[in-house]
């Protein structure tokens, strides 16, 4: 007796190299190292990108209403310029250097009445340099100098012959625009024609300065950019910024805005404690999410296309017409439905018209068209119940018209159709 034995091999499982498992990983990953790069693409410029400086009479800014032309040539006869973006540094800059004059240029009226009184008190009033000052900025820097006005626009204006101010009789003329002022005990230039009222009244004139040194210039196109240049302006900036190796150039900004702190929020009523507590949850609310809402395996593959029932069709329109009550469309629909029904029972084709299918259905079952007609009219229906008449009548209609072929059918065919054909 001879036992063959018969030996299976089992093949392991095959494992996947690392170049397959880098490959599948890729496959998978990709997508989001594309949105990476392209938020990358989009968020480096804005923020290596530095915004211009577009205040009017910037220091650093070459723009028309900018001032920095003035600043360099004040760097070129050995003058130090100081910016200043803030009232805190305005005042630390004024007592850094005592002897600088500071020009204080405030177009959008930013700094507040306690600021102006902040200021005037830390810079002596021989060093202010006022340029287009407001109403509260003369109240606060300069309180024996009253407003006049606008220049009126002309050609030019010139110093006069009662000029008190060197540097108005050096620069005999400048351009006509700007603010106009009135000086008690004080010195000023550039009177503006027409402003004289009375007969002791002195005109309104465009610079001045009172009599404990403050200089008004009512023009801040004397230092900008692009009228630094014209007529007397270099001399007027030269000659009031110039008196010192340093000048303090302030200009207010959004940071000297008083804002009213309003009631305290949320976030300062809760204890200290709640924040790290709340980037704690939030942490593990992310690590959960990506715990429970992983893929296990491949996705699961459905047949294509999906078959849905035609009575789930109807069924979910009818209620739709139902939902929103458009009794008279479901009329008109099931009409439609049974006229087609009818043109096929009664071998006229798919183009017959409505007519001629009154015409055959009343022929077939012997009623009067009148009231085939009648049967088929679902205008008037306007509710659920006039929706529920109009499907029996029709429904009626069609199986009268079944009942009456299948008893006999075949038409006579003496008798000729509206389209005058023989069936």
């Not at 008190?121 to 109240?139: C, K, N, W």
């Amino acid at each position: 007796m001879t036992t063959t034995t018969t030996s299976t091999t089992t093949s392991a499982p095959s494992v996947p190299t690392t170049g397959q498992a880098l490959a599948r990983w890729w496959r998978r990953a990709w997508i989001w190292f594309v949105l990476a790069v392209l938020l990358l693409l989009v968020t480096l410029p804005s923020v290596f990108r530095q915004s211009p400086d577009d205040r009017r009479l910037s220091p650093v800014s070459a723009a028309p209403q900018g001032a920095q032309a003035v600043v360099r040539v004040l760097e070129g006869h050995g003058i130090s310029v100081h910016p200043a973006d803030s009232l805190s540094e305005a005042v630390a800059l004024a007592g850094e250097h005592p002897e600088a004059p500071v020009l204080f240029h405030d177009a959008a009226g930013h700094l507040p009445a306690a600021g102006l009184d902040e200021l005037a008190a830390a810079v002596a009033p021989d060093r202010r340099v006022l340029v287009e000052p407001d109403f509260p900025a003369l109240r606060a820097l300069a309180p024996t100098v009253s407003q006049a006005g606008q220049v009126p626009d002309g050609d030019r204006l010139g110093s006069g012959d009662g000029c008190g101010l060197p540097m108005g009789r050096e620069s005999q003329t400048i351009p006509a625009a700007g603010r106009s002022y009135r000086v008690n005990a004080g010195r000023s230039c550039f009177p503006v024609p027409g402003t004289a009222v009375g007969q002791n009244a002195h005109p309104a004139q465009a610079v001045v300065a009172t009599g404990d040194g403050t200089v008004v210039l009512g023009n801040h196109g004397i230092l900008a950019n692009e009228t630094a240049g014209e007529d007397g302006h270099p001399v007027l900036s030269l000659w009031s910024l110039g008196r010192s190796s340093d000048v303090v150039w302030y200009l207010p900004g959004l940071a000297d805005v008083a804002v009213d702190p309003g009631p305290p929020s949320m976030d300062q009523l809760l204890p200290d404690w709640v924040r790290p507590a709340g980037i704690w949850l939030i942490i593990c609310l992310a690590v959960l999410m990506l715990w429970r809402g992983r893929r296990h395996g491949p996705l699961a593959v459905e047949p294509l296309p999906v078959v849905v029932p035609a009575s789930e069709t109807a069924i979910g329109r009818a209620r739709l017409y139902e939902r929103f009550g458009h009794h008279g469309a479901a009329a008109r629909s099931l009409r439609s439905a049974t006229l087609v029904r009818l043109s096929r029972s009664l071998s006229l084709g798919h183009g017959a018209s409505v007519d001629a299918i009154v015409s055959a259905a009343a022929r077939v079952t012997g009623r009067d068209p009148a009231r085939v007609a009648a049967d088929l009219d679902v205008e008037p229906v306007a509710t659920s119940r006039d929706l529920v008449a109009a499907g029996r009548r029709l429904l009626e209609l069609e199986e009268t018209v079944h009942a009456a072929l299948t008893t006999d059918p075949t038409p006579d065919p003496s008798t000729p159709d509206p389209d005058g054909r023989t069936p």
